[in-house]
């Protein structure tokens, strides 16, 4: 199965201030890769899907770039609303296998 | 309007088979490139995924838990079942159901989900 390498595992950062996480994967995947935002106590939330398309109704301050191993989700301007725990999911090859969370935490 | 809905019961007891069942509105697992997951999240731990069935119904297992799984599709009724047999405290989690579309050559992320069900077990 292929190896996801998420970080960093955690991170405090400020209203305004631009955050990116990072997901490597244990061989290349193409841009067969998403990344979800989870609440406590609820679901999570497709952003981006396809490494850098952005899911309709997401807003515009997420972004995600990369392909092959190395993954990047940025948030240019962190909101209060955006303090929650980031998921990447690679989807290239069964089984499919998620990175173990970031938590984005207020500073 | 897509939705999804997890049901199964909230306590079994291990060495018991664990039946969940996903019921949704707003698509059809009949149409070319629809798709169906489940993933689990145990207590304060990250997100696992489980299995996958297809429009086609072509299944996926994650490779830990394939001999313990069973995921099939009733169109009729817009359900998704999944079993998991034999199950232990560790797989007390909460369970979720999603809807991913697939593309050409790709999917398109897991885009719409269930509110999840929690699942204990425990004697």
């Known amino acids: 199965a292929i190896q996801m390498t998420q970080s960093p595992s955690s991170l405090s950062a400020s209203v305004g201030d631009r955050v990116t996480i990072t997901c490597r994967t244990s061989q290349g995947i193409r841009n067969d890769l998403s990344w979800y935002q989870q609440k406590p106590g609820k679901a999570p939330k497709l952003l981006i899907y396809a490494a850098s398309s952005l899911q309709s109704g997401v807003p515009s301050r997420f972004s995600g770039s990369g392909s092959g191993t190395d993954f990047t989700l940025t948030i240019s301007s962190l909101q209060p609303e955006d303090f929650a725990t980031y998921y990447c999911?690679?989807?290239?090859?069964?089984?499919?296998?998620f990175g173990q969370g970031t938590k984005v935490e207020i500073k | 309007q897509v939705t999804l809905r997890e049901s199964g019961p909230a306590l079994v007891k291990p060495t018991q088979t664990l039946t969940l069942t996903c019921t949704f509105s707003g698509f059809s697992l009949s149409t070319s490139r629809m798709c169906v997951s489940w993933i689990r999240q145990p207590p304060g731990k990250a997100l696992e995924w489980l299995a996958l069935?297809?429009?086609?119904?072509?299944?996926y297992y994650s490779t830990s838990l394939k001999t313990r799984l069973t995921i099939s599709k009733d169109t009729s009724k817009n359900q998704v079942v999944l079993t998991m047999t034999n199950v232990d405290p560790v797989d007390t989690a909460t369970y979720y159901c999603?809807?991913?579309?697939?593309?050409?050559?790709?999917?398109?992320?897991?885009?719409?989900w269930g509110q999840g069900t929690t699942v204990t077990v425990s004697s």
């Open positions: 999911l690679q989807d290239y090859n069964y089984p499919w296998t």
């Open positions: 069935i297809d429009w086609d119904d072509d299944k």
């Open positions: 999603a809807r991913i579309l697939r593309s050409y050559s790709s999917y398109n992320g897991m885009d719409v």
